[in-house]
């Protein structure tokens, strides 16, 4: 059976990726990463995981149910934040539905739903918007920082749906958005 790497993340609204994209690209003009601009911007709320692609519609209808009772919130990006030395980041500032979200969906997806076999690669959550990562060297990280650390950014909207993407062999794709209950 054949198994593709999925997710589950935040979209940002067109106009809040206009805004990081214009980020990442002058990250990637004037100090060289690029890896971020492969990516469609977005907040990971379920890290990468394998899973057959026969069983796409069956993990969607389960997100779907799961998702159904859970209300929208909104989300706050402002400024800048580093993992590492190979990480530049717009930090969120993480609502408790966002937090909240992220654990139910770890065990859901885990326990109750059993869609992913393993345990979480990191075991703690910290939402964050990639503007560079990867292919970061270490003096790149530190010319970034040092440009980014004296620059505000600030953006707001609203989450009514997570996306479930799914790697195709070269890009991400969406494949399905899944809707959050109007408030």
């Not at 929208?72 to 979200?101: M, Q, S, T, W």
Request: a neutral charge.
């Amino acid at each position: 059976m054949e198994k593709s790497l999925w997710f589950v993340a935040v979209l940002l609204p067109d106009e809040v990726v206009q805004q990081v994209r214009a980020l990442q690209q002058e990250i990637a003009d004037r100090f060289g990463p690029r890896r971020a601009l492969r990516l469609p911007p977005h907040i990971t709320v379920e890290a990468p995981f394998r899973l057959g692609d026969s069983e796409g519609e069956r993990l969607v209808a389960a997100l779907a149910a799961f998702l159904a009772g859970k209300p929208c919130f909104e989300v706050a990006l402002k400024n800048f934040g580093y993992f590492r030395d190979d990480v530049i980041f717009v930090e969120v500032v993480a609502p408790l539905e966002l937090l909240e979200l992220h654990n139910q969906l770890q065990s859901f997806l885990r326990q109750e739903a059993g869609f992913i076999q393993t345990a979480p690669l990191h075991p703690g959550y910290t939402p964050h918007l990639t503007l560079a990562n990867r292919d970061v060297t270490p003096q790149q990280h530190a010319a970034i920082w040092r440009e980014l650390s004296r620059r505000r950014f600030f953006a707001r909207f609203l989450v009514s749906d997570l996306a479930l993407m799914r790697h195709n062999g070269a890009s991400w794709d969406t494949f399905e958005r899944l809707p959050l209950r109007a408030n």
